[in-house]
């Protein structure tokens, strides 16, 4: 039987998956508590800075578990990379 994404996502989010392997699709719109985000081929040019901090963005959001980790994994570091850790890093302060 094939799920639909919607299906899928409300599954992982009742824990019935400890991992969410997916396209950059999600980078708006969800909120998981415990959330842990690995993006792959992070130097790739489609992830420039604001894509790279909404994707990150994802972790952290609830009031109860605001903290996570975002690892970028590439060959080499970009200047989007180091851009967007700034901004967030900005932004944590902020809060």
């Not at 994707?55 to 690892?71: A, C, L, N, Q, Y």
């Amino acid at each position: 039987e094939r799920k639909s994404s919607k299906k899928i996502i409300e599954m992982f989010k009742n824990n019935h998956f400890h991992y969410l392997v997916t396209t950059s699709i999600l980078e708006r719109g969800i909120t998981i508590k415990s959330l842990q985000v690995i993006i792959y081929h992070a130097d790739n040019f489609i992830f420039d800075e604001a894509t790279l901090e909404q994707i990150s963005g994802r972790v952290g959001r609830k009031k109860d578990d605001p903290t996570g980790d975002i690892i970028f994994l590439c060959e080499s570091e970009t200047n989007s990379m180091h851009n967007a850790i700034k901004s967030i890093q900005k932004h944590n302060e902020n809060m």
